[in-house]
């Protein structure tokens, strides 16, 4: 039972994570921490090989992602590579600080996260885009599948601190850090949907190669559930990038804002009752 509910949150976590380009590890630690300490269905661990093992898993959600959307050519390999430079010692740090939370700290905070990304989700429709400045460090340009022209772009000092302060969240949460990022890319820098999406599992890929190392130095994986869960990661990653590419992912999209705000509330409930 334990190793096929582990699989179920890997395929889960993979397949809706790499659809909007979150990475899956914002299904993947809440999960682990539901059916641990509140089930009993799988071994209670600490917040701290929960992320860490979460964070080794997305290192293949990541890849496999990143695989697929190659054959697509929406991957945006310069602007990852940037953004990266800001994620890397970002995630690292945020490894560092992990070390001093507990499981109802970490749940507490977790849960509030939750909430504000699924908000964010929400709410991301009725801002307003900034305007693409021409002056901007990077400039690029996107024809998607329908023949439109899009032109993005961005100073590459404000998209490192911007990443920095995501890879900090990443490594702190075991999150992935594209739940930030994207709505970042988009909102911020005017990529065009498809374009944060891959863009945005590349950098999965590379910033939880870097804090699962941090993590690995410190013994917080679990290689247990990561055996259980890096295969549904892998197969859900490529059904993610399958359904990206042939079909809308609003209504997944939808579905995954309730989950977030039903188990951010459920954690901050668990973290205030500890």
Known sequence: ME???????GLAAGALGSLVGLGGGIIIVPSLIYFGSYTGIIP????QVIVGTSLAVMIFTG???TLSYMKHKTIDYKSGWIFFIGSGPGSLLGAWINKSLNLHSFSLYFGFFMVFVSVLLMVKKYFKPVKHN??????????DP???IHTYGFSPIIGIMISFAVGLLSGLFGIGGGSLMVPAMILIFLFPAHVAIATSMFMVFLSSVTSSIAHISM???DWIFA??????AWVG???GVYLNTKFSSKTLVNLLRIILIIAGIRLILQGLSG
């Open 44 to 47: 209670e661990t600490s917040p």
């Open 3 to 9: 190793w096929i509910v582990l699989l179920f949150i």
């Open 146 to 148: 329908q023949g439109n």
């Open 227 to 232: 055996s259980a869960l890096i295969p549904g």
């Open 63 to 65: 890849l496999s992602s």
């Open 237 to 239: 990653a490529k059904l």
């Open 134 to 143: 021409p002056n901007a460090g990077i400039q690029k340009t996107y024809t």
């Open 219 to 221: 013994g917080n994986i």
